[in-house]
């Protein structure tokens, strides 16, 4: 807890000299609707998911890499055993020791080292980087992939890149049983037909090191297709003039196992032309026909019983790996669809899980969950924005999530709001799931929306605001109470605003006049800021800036531009920055801006005392838990916090949401470096305290004392005026618990002080 210093004038620093340092934390509790409690809750969902075993603690147990093509997240998942049963724990810190990447990102051995290596796709090549990890994750800067065409061979463009086609997912496999990595992927979206990139190492005599690859066969396994329907045996001209145009582009995918005990690979082959039983089964006949080359003789397409087909996802990333343990590999079938201007993606009981009572080299799957890992966590399945509000009054803080649901079931129209009360205390969070359509919103059929609380007409209890998509913002009134709230929609226009889209709205005294002003994110990646021009009770919003603090949280990507000499490259903002900005509160007076943005980070600003100055960027307000060296998250894609004292140390702590329907947690941890950004401020007195009802503040001021009482979260729950000594009462049925009194002259403006409540 931080020292208050009270009756003392004080020289406090900005927000380089007392910064809020967030580490990563799994420490709130989560239930379910049933109470129980949801051992993963905080890893942030997953949407399209990818798993590669990897054993990362190196206690030879193999944990689970996942690789989410959702912002292109890298999770991990160690297995620990409890007394005798191993289930998964979400670890983050060994997240960051990997590239960037996009597509796909997997792990395999390719030098037979012991050392599953990176394959991955980025920009635009299929690129290996060799693991040369000793005890935390390094990996060897990476190379892109070719193969020598034999099939279409071009002696003066004889290698061509590993293809690779846009939501396609290739198999890294050893097809042909020479103990190296071969490559298989779809030569391209429109048909069918397989590429066999074979890693020709072995063949050339060349350490595995040395990896190579020769493209031998464009029509692997005579497999292509005619109309939406795969066939075998099919003539594989290199023109194909025998299958009908798709109206669209279509997602293929591939997994090899032997199914039936013979010594050579079958084939789950995934599409997205299939929507009641997406995979095929092709059985390979090179065993039972003594082929030197493989050949599918027959095609399956209800391998899955009637009762499952229905619940595998389109084109699903399909993975054949031990995940309970038993020495025996399970099979995981999980979306890998993005395309929600084709199909409706299945976002939410995404992850299916078959466990294998059988053998590796002759299975036997049974379905056994849809929700692997998923089931475990706060996962909504789409876009998620928290805010806490304490909506029962009791003095800790409840949570409430905003979001667009499962696109199989709301196609991204009908956002609604999920309420989970803190059924614990203000110091030990324990957030149990009440409502999955508090407020029955999903009849609204809202877009987008972000929640904002605040006492807006100044009768004590908290009223809501709902950012929309269109920029417009919708208007709560609580027509009940502070304990039992009712909430009424006053207005879909609230006080006239529009921002340009994707308005994400947040209260925040920024003059520090005891009135709540707003401030709203929106799809330029900005911060609007207007300010309440009236009072506490009756407030008039009036804009003041499209950029508070010149901030822009847009990405930088790279683009082409053509200039006198030719082609140059050059960094630009990326048009959605899709901004949500919050406040965080310090005990001694000094605030900041935590923004969430599209790039799929947390970007913190020192607020200046001049709103009319640019906000200096915090860079360093995170350490790596192994390297501790100062770095920025990458929680995945579009994030949106919320910020409040959960765990009653006095210190603000975050909700991260996200794209992938899941929320991610930090917890406030203080730091304190030597920057001379310095800002006077007194201190001032509050009697009693602890207090059950009435108090007096003294401060060495003989003017109008202005006051505001806000909550750990930030939100305003009282204000007045008063003089130095006369006794306050609150007027508010304040619950036991923590609470900031913030306290202003027209000339001076005080640190802010703590008021306990005991009753």
């Known amino acids: 807890m931080k020292k208050l210093y009270l009756l003392s004038i004080i020289v406090l620093f900005g927000l380089n000299l007392r910064a809020q340092l967030f580490e990563i934390s799994t420490a709130p509790i989560f239930r379910d609707e049933n109470a129980s409690v ?86 635009d090549s299929v690129m290996l980087y060799r693991n040369v990890s000793n005890t935390v994750p390094q990996f060897e800067a990476g190379k892109g992939l070719f193969a020598l065409d034999t099939v279409q061979y071009i002696a003066w463009n004889p290698n061509k890149k590993l293809s690779q086609v846009t939501g ?155 995940v309970n343990f038993d020495g025996i590999k399970d099979l995981i079938l999980a979306n890998n669809d993005q395309d929600k201007f084709s199909y409706s993606v299945r976002e939410k009981d995404n992850v299916l ?59 991204d129209t009908t956002d609604f709001l999920v309420y989970y009360q803190n059924v614990g205390t203000s110091t030990s969070p324990d957030f149990k799931e009440i409502s999955t359509d508090y407020l029955s919103l999903k009849a609204m059929e809202y877009r987008g929306i972000v929640p904002a609380f605040g006492d807006l007409d100044g009768d004590a209890d908290l009223d809501l605001l709902l950012g929309k998509q269109d920029g417009t913002i919708a208007h709560y009134e609580n027509t009940g109470s502070s304990t039992n709230p009712t909430f009424t929609l006053k207005t879909e226009n609230f006080s006239s605003i529009k921002v340009e889209g994707n308005a994400a709205p947040a209260f925040a005294d920024m003059n520090i006049d005891g009135k709540l002003d707003l401030l709203i994110g929106n799809i330029n990646g900005t911060v609007v800021y207007y300010q309440n021009n009236g009072t506490s009770t009756a407030p008039s919003f009036g804009w003041v800036t499209d950029s508070l603090g010149g901030i822009v949280v847009n990405e930088l990507i790279s ?23 919050q406040i965080i509160n310090y005990e001694n007076g000094v605030r900041c ?58 210190i603000s702590d975050m909700i991260i949401g996200n794209s992938r329907g899941g929320i991610h947690f930090v917890q406030g941890k203080e730091k304190r ?68 009194v913030s306290l202003k002259t027209t000339s001076q403006q005080f640190a802010t002080q703590k008021l306990i409540i005991t009753k």
């Not at 996009?102 to 599953?116: I, N, R, S, T």
């Not at 298989?184 to 990139?197: A, Q, V």
């Not at 531009?561 to 082609?567: H, I, N, R, S, V």
Request: with cysteine; charged share 20%; net charge negative.
């Open 38 to 123: 949801l051992s993963l809750a905080l890893a942030g969902g997953l949407n399209q998911p990818q798993f590669s075993p990897y054993d990362f603690n190196q206690d030879g147990k193999m944990d689970l890499f996942v690789f989410d093509r959702t912002g292109n997240k890298v999770l991990v998942f160690i297995a620990v055993t409890v007394k005798g049963v191993t289930n998964y724990r979400y670890d983050p810190s060994y997240e960051d020791f990997f590239p960037e990447g996009e597509q796909f990102m997997q792990l395999h051995d390719f030098d037979a080292d012991g050392k599953p290596d990176l394959w991955m796709y980025l920009v």
């Open 168 to 322: 396609c997912l290739p198999a890294i496999y050893d097809v042909d049983g020479d103990s190296d990595m071969d490559f298989i992927t779809n030569l391209n979206i429109f048909g069918s037909k397989i590429i066999f990139n074979c890693n020709n190492s072995i063949e050339l005599g060349n350490p595995l090191s040395e990896i190579g690859f020769t493209i031998v066969d464009k029509c692997y396994g005579g497999v292509d297709e005619f109309g939406a329907d795969l066939i075998i045996n099919a003539p594989c001209s290199d023109i194909e003039v025998y299958y009908k145009q798709k109206k669209h582009a279509a997602a293929k995918t591939l997994m090899f196992f032997d199914n039936d005990g013979d010594g050579d690979n079958d084939l789950f082959f995934g599409s997205s032309e299939r929507s009641t039983n997406p995979v095929y089964f092709l059985e390979n006949g090179k065993s039972d026909l003594n082929y030197y080359k493989d050949t599918f003789i027959s095609i399956d397409t209800s391998f899955f019983s009637v009762a499952d087909e229905g619940k595998i996802p389109v084109a699903p990333a399909m993975f054949y790996i031990d």
């Open 353 to 411: 899980l078959f466990l294998n009572s059988g053998t590796d080299n002759k299975p036997t799957f049974n379905l056994d969950r849809m929700d692997f890992l998923t089931g475990d966590m706060i996962d909504l399945g789409g876009r998620v924005a928290p805010v806490f509000a304490d909506l029962d009054n009791d003095g800790d803080e409840d949570l409430i999530l905003a979001t667009s649901g499962n696109h199989l079931i709301t196609g």
């Open 559 to 581: 683009q082409k531009f053509l200039g006198d000499t030719g082609f140059y490259d050059s960094l630009i903002y990326y048009y959605y920055g899709n901004s949500a900005p």
């Open 593 to 650: 801006l935590a923004v969430g943005c599209d790039e799929g980070n947390i970007k913190i600003y020192d607020v200046q005392s001049d709103l009319t100055q640019d906000f200096k960027a915090v860079t360093d307000y995170m350490k790596h838990p192994y390297t501790n060296e100062a770095y920025t998250k990458d929680w995945g894609k579009n994030t949106y916090p919320a910020i409040a004292d959960v765990n009653g140390d006095g």
């Open 673 to 740: 470096t030597n920057n001379i950004a310095k800002l006077e401020q007194v201190s001032f007195r509050i009697v009693p305290n602890p207090t059950n009802d009435k108090f007096a503040v003294y401060a060495p001021s003989q003017e109008p004392l202005c006051y505001a009482i806000s909550n750990l979260s930030g939100q305003m729950l009282a204000s007045g005026s008063t003089l130095s000594g006369a006794a306050i009462n609150h007027g508010i049925a304040l619950q036991n618990g923590i609470y900031f």
